[in-house]
């Protein structure tokens, strides 16, 4: 606590990354990054890029990136808002969207621990939703008076996804507000809500470059909506900073949406190892969640979670660990490469026999 600090800054609860410890190289599957590089077109992009232009200004509007992205999901440039990673986008929906004087928002009670950090920031007040015994989303329980609605789809860090037909319940009930569907993981096995934007003037659908393409370090997100939403974003960030996509991003984002192939593949072994990684872990004794993302969440019910994330990490595996109510003998595995989830598997068998336990192999 400082006395410079305003009472605004002294007030908040600032959200806490994954760590990326600097001691040792670890197996690091606790960011949900995406264990494949970006593609080489990306790459190349970025390095033409780098060049003498970068003493002007980036294009303030994305022009290029959100005709691309426009075409890519089926609608009209003025439907896309591009962000500085799709965080940079939440926070600018929830100043945008979302009132200090209107009633809660809500979201559910286990999910992206960053949707407390904005209402807080922007003392919007939030009420949450308990998921049920088996981590699904009520989606009933948001038929009730509120102001505004932020979903993940799948939810994180659970992995679970709901068929996108059933948000339209959720959109109609819930027309006078704005209903965020955060879709980070949905092309891991999802299907994307961006079709239901055409019906419903209320959607707004977050993605993020970081995940499935490979560019969590580049930073970039879309948003894709009715064209009044994406006034109000372009309202919020032009008050912000009006450049929060520079030159070298907006390269390498245009390019990600030309190398369709290398996504595809790339998704597709990220998909494959998950099931595999799945199969190994039930057969170790874990209940593991279907996963539609690019991490399992997993509990065993003869070893304590805290325990196997100091284990693991003592062994150089980093995965993620929450202590908090619901969650707190849940590990949350990112997908690594198949070398890397053996080696955490080998390295997990270890632990689990080292315990006792009811492990089995
Ligand atoms: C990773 C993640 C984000 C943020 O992604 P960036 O685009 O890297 O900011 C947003 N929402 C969820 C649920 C995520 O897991």
Not at 76 to 102: H, K, M, R, T, Y
Not at 133 to 158: K, M
Not at 330 to 351: A, C, H, N, Q, W
Request: glycine share 6%.
């Amino acid at each position: 606590m400082s006395k410079y600090w305003s009472d605004l800054a002294a007030s908040l609860v600032p959200y806490v990354p994954g760590e990326q410890p600097k001691d040792q190289t670890y197996v690091k599957l606790n960011t949900n990054e995406n264990p494949y590089p970006p593609s080489p077109r990306v790459l190349e992009a970025i390095r033409n890029a780098a060049d003498g232009d970068l003493r002007l200004y980036p294009d303030p509007t994305c022009s290029e990136l959100a005709e691309k992205a426009a075409s890519y999901y089926g609608v009209q440039p003025n439907q896309v808002f591009v962000g500085n990673g799709s965080d940079e986008i939440l926070a600018f929906a929830f100043a945008a969207f979302f009132s200090p004087s209107n009633r809660p928002i809500l979201f559910p009670d286990i999910t992206y621990s960053f949707y407390k950090v904005y209402a807080s920031l922007y003392r919007i007040p939030y009420k949450t939703v308990p998921l049920d015994e088996e981590f699904g989303i009520p989606l009933h329980a948001f038929d009730e008076p509120n102001g505004g609605i932020v979903l993940p789809n799948p939810n994180a860090p659970t992995a679970r996804y709901i068929e996108t037909e059933l948000f339209r319940g959720v959109l109609e009930w819930n027309s006078d507000v704005v209903v965020i569907l955060d879709e980070a993981y949905i092309d891991f096995g999802g299907k994307s809500a961006i079709e239901l934007a055409a019906e419903f003037p209320n959607l707004l659908v977050v993605h993020t470059l970081s995940k499935s393409r490979s560019l969590a370090g580049l930073r970039v997100g879309v948003a894709i909506g009715h064209p009044d939403l994406i006034e109000g974003l372009n309202r919020v960030k032009n008050s912000f900073n009006s450049y929060t996509i520079d030159r070298l991003a907006l390269a390498g984002a245009v390019a990600a949406f030309d190398d369709q192939a290398y996504f595809e593949e790339t998704t597709r072994k990220v998909v494959a190892t998950r099931e595999r990684t799945t199969s190994r872990l039930r057969e170790l004794g874990f209940r593991v969640i279907d996963s539609s993302a690019n991490f399992v969440f997993a509990t065993h019910p003869g070893h304590a979670a805290s325990r196997l994330f100091q284990e693991l990490k003592q062994r150089g595996v980093l995965v993620r660990y929450f202590n908090q109510p619901r969650i707190d003998n849940y590990l949350r595995i990112s997908i690594g490469t198949d070398e890397e989830m053996d080696t955490f598997l080998k390295v997990l068998e270890e632990v689990l026999s080292l315990e006792g336990g009811s492990a089995e192999s």
